[in-house]
């Protein structure tokens, strides 16, 4: 299927996990790397799926050893790897490709793939990836490789999608007739390229350590776009990518105080490339990636915060983004009501109140406002003045859910009345513990007004009160009774949760109020 003149997987020994039937991912790889030479285990996740899996093996140049591993329960992962470590020694890869339908039953528990629970499904799929690297790692040759693939509704998506015919297509033009070793050699060469954008200087120590970071930051997003330039977008269709470049992996919440602008900054080519495919997901589903994964919107979080990214890359010039277009997405992400988007009550309170929106109602109202003020931004520079000044005074509903009496931002209801009891000690986290705030408590919160901390020093009572306020936030080493996960909120001096996204700027606010010897 996939040849050329030299087997390009000749003496390479590696497991494929989610090998289902003659129409899944898995069995198109399978095909391909035997097809190469490869020597394969193949992985099935029950005696049902047993049957299947023999007769595809027996097609295979080289016998198969065939594993039983149920994705969802680690001890069977981890037997299936001993069984593998038993009978080959070591391996040189391992694929993991597991495939969802609309429906599918794991460990007795009914998985709905449909949009309110994608996030439910990548868990499983991340769970089973996860568990598998950790038991494939001491049994890998050195420079080996893993892959995982997660798709969806393959039934529907295979049939009039010649997927081998890309694949062969793909793999021919990133490696030719090149082998294993040319292959990562020149994998290495493209890394150190993107590595050497930047120049540091330090010890060997601290270049090694910011090297890391660097391409931990480069792993992600991900060009999903296959060689023909086609995707499978957010609403599920196969589109076309006039650059050929699409891409996902898109954590919002978790990129845009500090990634987003740094690839705006150093990367402003794939910068370009990952606005744009947020416009893509736009003209799919009619709003911006609140948290893209694998091509679908999985709606993790919350926020749009690919309006700062989007507004960021416009307002510095980058080129080949189309700003009236962008503006138009950025507008409708935070006007049209969807999903986790109820633009409707957060007008009608200027907030949006607990009793609607039973989790994480501060946390939303803070978040959004800094979404607002970017978006009045890129309105004004494109002279929609209206429109800045609705989003202007939208980036202030903050002012709403003050509570002077306690001086922090504080839960309200419809009828405008507090939350009580309130313990501004007690940490949330969404559906997991309840409450008001993401993956913090009212502590951590009362520092989010991103877009305005000149008047959030005001409603403080000024400078002085605002320094020792977070002077407090550090030394204070107060807890409350944990309801429910909250494992999220780490690296914690006194209040401030250093290893977690609401906490990564407030360091920063010493320079801001004039001390930044703090």
């Known amino acids: 299927i996939m040849t050329t003149s030299a087997p390009l997987m000749a003496g390479k020994k590696g497991l494929i996990m989610g090998l289902a039937n003659d129409k899944s991912i898995a069995w198109g790889i399978a095909q391909a790397l035997n097809a190469q030479g490869a020597q394969l285990a193949i992985s099935y996740q029950n005696e049902a799926l047993e049957k299947r899996v023999q007769p595809l093996a027996a097609q295979l140049d080289k016998e198969a050893l065939l594993l039983k591993c149920d994705v969802s329960d680690s001890s069977s992962v981890e037997q299936c790897f001993k069984e593998l470590g038993e009978k080959w ?15 599918n039953q794991l460990k007795g528990r009914t998985i709905d793939t449909t949009r309110d629970n994608f996030a439910m499904t990548m868990e499983i799929s991340c769970f089973s990836f996860l568990e598998a690297c950790k038991f494939a790692s001491p049994i890998m040759n050195e420079g080996g490789a893993i892959v995982t693939l997660t798709y969806m509704g393959s039934e529907r998506v295979l049939p009039n999608y010649n997927i081998m015919g890309v694949a062969k297509a793909a793999l021919e033009a990133e490696t030719g007739t090149e082998g294993f070793d040319s292959v990562r050699k020149a994998a290495a060469k493209s890394w150190e390229d993107y590595l ?12 090694t350590s910011f090297y890391t970071s660097l391409y931990h930051l480069l792993i992600q997003p991900n060009n999903v776009a296959d060689i023909d330039r086609r995707y499978c977008g957010a609403d599920g269709k196969i589109h076309e990518s006039a650059s050929g470049k699409y891409y996902s992996t898109l954590s919002q919440w978790d990129t845009f105080r500090a990634a987003d602008p740094f ?23 009619g709003f911006l990636p609140i948290w893209a994964l694998c091509g679908k919107e999985n709606y993790c979080m919350i926020g749009n915060h690919s309006v700062p990214a989007v507004v960021s890359a416009c307002l510095r010039g980058l080129e080949g983004i189309d700003m009236e277009k962008a503006y138009e ?16 009550v957060y007008d009608k309170y200027g907030y949006f109140p607990f009793d609607l929106i039973p ?10 406002g800094y979404d607002d003020w970017c978006a009045a ?3 004004e520079r494109l002279g929609h003045h209206e429109d800045g000044e609705l989003f202007s005074r939208r980036a202030s509903y903050y002012r709403n859910l003050y509570d002077s009496g306690t001086g922090l931002f504080r839960g309200r209801d419809s009828h405008g009345d507090w939350r009580t009891p309130f313990n501004p000690l007690a940490l949330s986290h969404a559906g997991t513990s ?4 993401t993956e913090g408590n009212a502590l951590q919160y009362v520092w989010h007004v991103l877009q305005d901390p000149e008047s959030l020093m005001e409603l403080m009572g000024g400078k002085d009160i605002f320094i020792s306020r977070l002077d407090s936030l550090f030394e204070n080493n107060q807890t409350a009774e944990v309801t429910g996960f909250v494992g999220d909120v780490t690296g914690l001096i006194g209040q401030y949760a250093h290893g977690n996204e609401p906490s ?8 801001l109020a004039g001390r930044p010897d703090r």
């Open 329 to 344: 997405a950025v507008r409708a992400s935070l006007t049209v009501r969807h999903y986790r988007g109820e633009w409707d």
């Open 434 to 437: 309840g409450g008001d705030y």
């Open 263 to 285: 690839y705006t900054l150093m990367y402003p080519e794939i910068m370009t490339e990952i606005v744009n495919s947020m416009i893509g997901q736009y003209e799919a589903i």
């Open 504 to 511: 990564h700027h407030v360091a920063y606010l010493y320079t």
């Open 377 to 379: 931004q890129l309105a």
């Open 196 to 207: 050497s954008t930047v120049s540091v200087e330090g010890s060997d120590e601290q270049k």
């Open 359 to 368: 989790e994480e109602s501060v946390s939303r109202t803070l978040e959004c």
């Open 89 to 103: 020694g070591k391996i040189d890869f391992l694929v993991h490709a597991i495939a969802f339908s609309d429906k």
